[in-house]
């Protein structure tokens, strides 16, 4: 599967490559699929793997294996299952999306919501960094180094109801964020249902 997007290019940031606008993007448009290969094996970690629930991991290819972390990211995963009627089994796919109007060059991100278990310290110079690249439900587990406590209780509250259920089989990680939007997808989508499970797993 081609895993290709005309919106984004790969490009070089200070520590390795990066995602970015290849072209001015608007709020909620779908940048593509994570193409990759996905893997059926619950202890396998990476450093780009994606966590689609169960026992289920994604090793995305590019351009989206590039995505870096922001605590104030533009774009989200949008996780999305695909059943079918013939008893085939669920199909997990993970789409990136964007959550504001973005310039073309500027650098896309999203919040990669680690394990407090697996956070490491978090470098995006966000206003609101909250200073570990880790699950904001999480942040408090990493009290001993917390730099700061920045104001994110909105947006995870404002996602709560609709990831609530979907939290539950999580093991490791989530993004809030996608909540809405994954919820969105599955309206729109004939026969499936969607999760906002976990946005990128932390390598061991
Ligand atoms: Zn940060």
Redesign the pocket.
């Known amino acids: 599967m081609a895993s290709q997007s005309k919106w984004v290019r790969v490009g070089k940031v200070s520590y390795g490559k990066g995602v970015f606008a290849a072209s001015d993007l608007p709020s909620g448009l779908e940048l593509g699929e994570v193409a990759g290969r996905v893997i059926d094996d619950a202890e396998y970690v990476s450093s780009y793997c994606i966590d689609l629930g169960g026992t289920l991991s994604l090793e995305p290819r590019a351009p989206f294996r590039y995505l870096n972390?922001?605590?104030?990211p533009n774009c989200q995963l949008v996780h999305q299952l695909t059943e079918f009627e013939d008893g085939s089994p669920p199909q997990p796919s993970i789409y990136v999306e964007t959550l504001k109007p973005i310039p073309a060059g500027a650098e896309l991100t999203i919040d990669y919501s680690w394990s407090a278990d697996g956070a490491i310290p978090?470098?995006?110079?966000?206003a609101?960094?909250?200073?570990?690249?880790v699950d904001p439900a999480e942040l408090h587990l990493l009290a001993p180094k917390k730099p700061k406590r920045p104001r994110t209780a909105t947006p995870r509250s404002t996602a709560a109801a609709g990831s609530q259920s979907s939290a539950v089989g999580t093991r490791s990680s989530r993004s809030s964020t996608s909540a809405a939007a994954a919820a969105s997808k599955g309206a729109t989508t004939s026969g499936s249902a969607a999760t906002s499970t976990a946005a990128r797993r932390r390598p061991r």
């Not at 972390?69 to 104030?72: G, N, P, R």
């Open positions: 972390h922001s605590c104030e978090c470098l995006c110079g966000a609101s960094c909250r200073g570990w690249v």
